[in-house]
């Protein structure tokens, strides 16, 4: 069974870190695009961060940029998601998801781990 | 960036009735890059239509898409008590609109 599992969402301080971890089964790992994306409290979705299949491409959205890495083990099949200088507006479910590969969408999600950023 | 505009922001709807979600971006981009994805409160999101049109895996056929450039509409002809949930478009691999509530009339 193709499947994604997020781990490592919790109660953290403003301006403190976390190390979100998606591990990945069921599928050729190091063949896809892996994709982070949130949804904040009462919002919408919003995409975080993707990194290409061997690691060597990685983008983000403005609103992480320069606070956030993404990266990934391709031995181990798993995605990271690497957050520091955490602020109340990075409370937020967070997704990992897979690339369609050829079809321009993500077609595989994990249920999700929630951050909350709180004093 | 392209920002994509999701209208209406809710839709009132029995089941049976037909719903019309329409997805408007900021600048044309391809049809092969625009999806459509379910989300429901506790749930993954759930990737309905790719390629503007195409359905994925396992999607029933009352769901479609349709559109070109700017404008893109999702469809589901026949609601099911299934289908109320919170619709998004997104562009491939960035940003998503900021959805649409389908819920029960």
């Known amino acids: 069974e193709v499947q994604l599992v997020e781990s490592g969402g919790g109660l953290v301080q403003p301006g403190g870190s976390l190390r979100l971890s998606c591990g990945a089964s069921?599928?050729?790992?190091?063949?896809?695009?892996m994709y982070w994306v949130r949804q904040a409290p009462g919002k919408g979705l919003e995409w975080v961060a993707k990194?290409?299949?061997?690691?060597?491409?990685?983008y983000y959205a403005d609103s992480v940029k320069g606070r956030f890495t993404i990266s990934r083990d391709n031995a181990k099949s798993s995605l990271y998601l690497q957050m520091n200088s955490l602020t109340a507006a990075d409370t937020a479910v967070y997704y990992c998801?897979?690339?369609?590969?050829?079809?321009?969408?993500?077609?595989?999600w994990g249920q999700g781990t929630t951050v909350t950023v709180s004093s | 960036e392209i920002v994509l505009a999701q209208s209406p922001g809710t839709l009132s709807l029995s089941p049976g009735g037909r719903a019309t979600l329409s997805c408007r971006a900021s600048?044309?981009?391809?049809?092969?890059?625009l999806a459509w994805y379910q989300h429901k409160p506790g749930q993954a999101p759930r990737l309905l239509i790719y390629?503007?049109?195409s359905r994925a895996t396992g999607i029933p056929d009352r769901f479609s898409g349709s559109g070109s450039g700017t404008d893109f509409t999702l469809t589901i002809s026949r609601l099911e008590p299934e289908d109320f949930a919170v619709y998004y478009c997104?562009?491939?691999?960035?940003?998503f609109g900021g959805g649409t509530k389908v819920e029960i009339k």
């Open positions: 998801s897979r690339d369609t590969m050829g079809g321009h969408s993500q077609d595989v």
């Open positions: 069921g599928f050729m790992f190091s063949y896809f695009w």
């Open positions: 990194i290409k299949p061997d690691g060597s491409d990685l």
């Open positions: 600048q044309s981009i391809s049809g092969s890059y």
């Open positions: 390629g503007a049109s």
């Open positions: 997104q562009v491939y691999g960035s940003a």
